[in-house]
């Protein structure tokens, strides 16, 4: 299978939009086609060739080597085949991704998965704010696909989650779930400050006690289907962050955010 | 500098032009008789056989002040979606629905419009309006300030204060607020909202002062009348979008009295209640109305069919409207208890019954009411449609062929509930420069825009004659405004500032002396802080401030 690889000859000064950069849009290019391709970058627009040193064939995957938090919206509305990133990218990682698998060894910046339609999105270090969560202005965040995070998770995971799963193997911050619609987050550290603040629907997993708002109506112990089956969907992962659910657990049921009439639910194990 | 355009075909129905080839020759920014023999033009352009109009009109739209702010902090996936990069003239700018400063003026230059009047501006607005209005580039502009829901208007009225003193409050009103009319917003009912009353009829007294939205229409244009401001009153009826609202409309029409009077989008106050879904046109009444009453004029606020955003002081209206609003997030707020506001975003869809019959119900009053001197061109921008959709609009007016196919593809029930298929009627392009040139010039008391004749403005605008009516108003060949080149085949060449066009009919300044301690009181800024000057006007981004003359002045 052919693979192109680009790779970061310098840290630029300001960051660059990166979303060109996609395995579908560059298939079957040339080199200096590819080198040709400009990429927005403050008021400027720079030739790709003059970031990358560009190696190997186009086809189904693209690897970027090299990357660093300057690289913004990598793979946004990205749309089929693989893109493998070395190092650690900026804001908007994966935004409107339509599909295929965009996979970080590092962390990622602000509204990663902003948007995402289906697809799966794997970051091995840790991300920023807005995680799938919405843009100002929009109403609704992540619309469905896969997140895995291995490590930890800023302010604001899933706010105004639409559908898909987000796990994050570490910590999330402040206001998980805040305003939550609909979809299912999972995450195995401990989160911030009010989780699932004005959530209206969905489901937030946590491992071990947390501080919930007093919002949420405890509604009892209970030993649910949903999780094993969620278990036996996630087995194919290879995270940490997937090693949710453990067959037969109980959890406590909490359902709000009452404060505005939401009947989303947090699961806590025990 | 002189500067000739060469053998183009006139319409400038004010100097009787329909047509005539003549040639224009314009100097320092007027236009200027045929100099002799002798003197060579330094600039010549020929526009052989194509069609000249003076600079368009839109005496309609939302383009400052607090809600088209408010509209477009809402919005900011309306501005995402739409973006201008900067050129080498032109700044970046952004926004469909509610566009920028920017984007408004670029793009209304870039449609052969050299003139834009923010009807709805609040005069506790005033200032941040102007400053919004002087970064729109190019276009001169204008405001009516809204008055008949502030509480110092109600409680004269309450008290039964005499009409001289209203009609210098009126008229100090326009002085300080740098306006050159009043519009009245859902007379006494964007009060009555917030005593908590959700509907307030023409002769119903409103909640808290005891005065009917009729005695306020009367007192306002009354007001004008006697100090002889050339723009009638420029009313936002009652009932807005409420389905039999017609029959209101037509006794608002009949309850002025004879008094001059301007109805503005007026299709969103022309429904009826027949039919089995209870909504109707109620257009062919309402033309009959304005044929008959020759001290009616209106503007029609025509829809087109996609994504916009409404703006309005109206909150009762938009109150009643939020459960529509698309995508769903609104904002109804008070402005300082002078007035409301209520923005909610909106789609028109072609195959819903009550759009198709909204758009079908607007055409029929553009087609139906006989005298263009009196029926003017707008969607109510951002209301009915954005503004750059007037070319479309203009080609359905035009092209009964066109019109007829566009019928063809809306919801059928309302396309058979409409009688607007039986209508052949086609605007001409001498019709057409009354409805959005000569006609609000003529509103508005602007002596020197809306015409091609010696003395006036040298706002001016070139089309190629083409079949297609749609392309031909969307991309003029040339705009000048003020003589100047600023826009050729679509594409801005220069970007020069507009005048503000206000009105200063005489009052007695004693009038201060009662309304300083009521600011004192009750407002947030003070008596002397509340007036803008022609200095501070000039200062964020006015040209100029161009007075124009009142038919008289006052009786002392």
Redesign the interface.
Known sequence: MSRLLLTLKAVPAIGVDCSPLTPARLAGMSSAAIAAIELQSGNRRLPAGELFDIAGEPGDTLVIRNACSKLDRIGACMNGGTLDVEGDVGAFLGAGLVSGTIRVSGGAGAFAATGMLAGTLHVCGSVGDFLGAA?????QGMLGGRVIVDGDAGDRVGDHLRRGIILVGGNAGDYCASRMLAGTIAVRGKVGALPGYAMKRGTLLLAGAAELPATFNDCGSHELMFLRLFARHLASVDSAAASFAPRGERVRRFVGDRANGGLGEILVTA | MLTRLKGGRIYDPVNGANGAVRDIYVRDGRIVAAPGDGARPDRDYDVSGKVVMAGAIDMHTHIGGGKVNIARA????DH?ADLLARTELTRACCGHAAPSTLATGYRYAEMGYTACFEPALLPTNARQAHMEMGDVPIVDKGGYALLGNDDLLLSLMREGADQKLINDYVAWTLDVTQCIGIKVVNPGGINAFKFNARKLDLDETSPHYGITPRAILLTLAQALEDLGVPHPLHVHGCNLGVPGNVDTTLETISGIEGLPMHLTHIQFHSYGTEGDRKFSSGAARIAEAINRNPNISADVGQILFGQTVTASGDNMSQHRNRKFAS???WVVMDIECDAGCGVVPFRYRDQNFVNALQWAIGLEIFLSVDDPWRIFLTTDHPNGAPFTTYPHLIRLLMDKTFRNEQLARLNPDAAAASTLGSITREYTLNEMAIMTRAGPAKILGLADRGHLGIGAGADITVYTDREDREAMFRTPDYVFKDGELVAKEGQIVKVTLGATHVVKPAYDRGIEDRLRPYFARYRSTRLENFAIDEEELCECGSSRLAVHQCRHARVA
């Open positions: 843009i100002a202005g929009d109403k | 809402l919005l900011p996936e995402r995508p769903d997030k």
